[in-house]
């Protein structure tokens, strides 16, 4: 694992020192308040650290996609009291995050301050990566921290242009984070297993690709598995799945044979005639007899007792996306199951779980699990580009 330096590096007393943080305070809002605050909670044993320390911090972050417009509905200082509240602390808001109006404001701030800069997203030059707004971020500080694993598969200004311009470092979740995916699939215990699920093969082809040579199990579920299965020619009746790309999943089973991974598609299925609640002719059949008005929507209960063996036997689990049609009951029951199980093995010791994306971390949430598992990353994106096995700019930028 390359290597990067953390908070740990940085000199016990930071008194007056300008940490500029990038941060991810991109929170989904209801009207004038915050709707979910996971992002924020993420931030404050990093923010909270540097305070205790003396440092100034300096949070930067984008909001929305304002699109080098500066948007009042888009401006950080929406989020100055909800900061100020999870901080117990003064928190204030600070004009712009870079020029003379910024570095105005930062001749007034104290020892242990906390502020939030503008949105980085008013500035064109933040999704080019413009030297010179990175230029200008840069100046408000004395070294750089990233705490924003979520946005580090962008190379930006303030993901990855001022991490060349300071001394850089890894906030707590940054570092948490990095530290998960490296015992996940960098350097795993074995054997190790990968579910994937989702509705379509083309969103994942990449991580796909990527696993069969990385993993020893791939649990593939969600749409994407109709696409696997019609490419064994089976009838998948009304199910949702990609034509086009049954020679790519034929490719991947190839791939996978070639790397000694074994691929686990569902032998029995959750099927009904219309995607509703609940609906009156829901049933569990063999793959075989999905009858043609019929749809595919969840994984079945045979299949999903043989997958908790599976698990039962790995070291290590990947999970990204549900098994099954998850936010409409009852077709989430093979997602909260195998969920309920991998938690439990994490609880026992023997399974080092590692999950991530949005629809996952919600089908864990339904389960009532997200906190058994190891680890489990709010990132998007950056955790799908990760397991595609790519370098993130705004980690490379860090590393030493």
């Not at 840069?138 to 598969?153: C, I, M, P």
Request: aromatic letters at 6%; a negative charge.
């Amino acid at each position: 694992m390359a290597q990067f330096k953390t908070l740990d590096d940085l000199p016990d007393d930071l008194t007056g020192k300008r940490a500029l943080v990038r941060v991810d305070l991109n929170v989904p809002m209801n009207g004038a308040s915050v709707a979910d605050d996971t992002r924020l909670r993420a931030l404050l044993p990093t923010v909270l650290e540097l305070s205790d320390k003396g440092a100034i911090v300096l949070l930067l972050s984008h909001f929305g996609r304002p699109k080098g417009e500066n948007r009042p509905d888009m401006s950080t200082a929406q989020l100055v009291r909800p900061l100020a509240e999870l901080t117990a602390r003064s928190v204030r808001f600070v004009e712009d995050c870079q020029g003379p109006e910024a570095a105005r404001a930062l001749t007034t701030m104290l020892p242990g301050n906390i502020g939030i800069l503008e949105n980085t997203r008013f500035h064109d030059g933040e999704e080019t990566n413009d030297p010179e707004l990175a230029r200008g971020m840069a100046a408000l500080g004395d070294f750089y921290v990233n705490d924003a694993f979520s946005a580090a598969h962008r190379a930006h200004a303030s993901t990855e242009g001022v991490a060349h311009l300071l001394p850089s470092y890894a906030g707590r979740a940054m570092e948490a984070e990095l530290k998960a995916l490296e015992q996940a699939l960098g350097n795993p215990e074995r054997p190790l297993a990968a579910v994937v699920g989702g509705a379509k093969v083309s969103s994942k082809l990449a991580v796909l690709g990527h696993l069969v040579r990385k993993v020893d199990h791939l649990i593939i579920g969600g749409g994407m598995a109709n696409t696997f299965l019609a490419a064994r020619g089976v009838n998948v009746g009304k199910s949702l799945y990609e034509k086009d790309l049954l020679g790519e999943a034929e490719a991947i089973f190839e791939r996978a044979e070639a790397a000694g991974c074994i691929i686990h598609l569902p032998y029995d299925v959750v099927v009904a005639t219309q995607f509703v609640a609940n609906p009156y002719d829901v049933r569990s059949v063999n793959v075989h007899e999905v009858a043609p008005d019929e749809m595919i929507l969840d994984i079945g209960p045979a299949a999903v007792e043989a997958l908790a063996d599976v698990l039962k036997n790995c070291r290590t689990l990947v999970w990204n996306g549900p098994l099954g049609a998850f936010e409409t009951p009852p077709f989430d029951a093979a997602t909260v199951a195998l969920a309920k199980t991998a938690a439990a093995l994490t609880e026992g010791g023997s399974l080092v779980s590692v999950a991530g994306g949005g629809d996952t971390v919600a089908a864990l949430n339904q389960a009532g699990v997200a906190a058994d598992f190891t680890f489990v990353s709010t990132a998007g994106g950056a955790f799908l580009e990760w397991m595609e096995g790519r370098e993130l700019p705004g980690v490379a930028a860090l590393t030493t």
